[in-house]
Nanobody, 126 residues
């Protein structure tokens, strides 16, 4: 069984930075694409970024150029570096693992992810 545990959320002022981490325990996730999503109460879960096992990446337009997704397969950990944060980035951020072993395609469709963390709150004040 795979468990994903996010950390690194918190309160930051607009323009500031945070780095989220997602540690994968149990079976390794090093051969799977991983992604970050976020959700605001009352809204659908929104794709943020994804990274393949070979470290190719994909970003939502709203975060491109400000956020960077990366992974350390030796540590079974995925990161989301968030810079130039805006109040509209406020959300609960979730880490997720793609359901397909070894795939190189990156998708924003949350139905293609079958393991999720519990989420970490990010709040950006204006």
């Amino acid at each position: 069984q795979v468990q994903l545990v996010e950390s690194g959320g918190g309160l930051v002022q607009a323009g500031g930075s945070l780095r989220l981490s997602c540690a994968s325990s149990g079976r390794t996730s090093s051969s799977y694409a991983m992604a970050w999503f976020r959700q605001v109460p009352g809204k659908e879960r929104e794709f943020v970024a994804a990274i393949s096992w070979s470290s190719s990446t994909s970003y939502a337009a709203s975060v491109s150029g400000r956020f960077t997704i990366s992974r350390d397969n030796a540590k079974n950990t995925v990161y989301l570096q968030m810079n130039s944060l805006k109040p509209e980035d406020t959300a609960v951020y979730y880490c997720a693992r793609d359901r397909n072993y070894g795939t190189l395609r990156l998708t924003a469709d949350y139905y293609e992810y079958d393991h999720w963390g519990q989420g970490t709150q990010v709040t950006v004040s204006s």
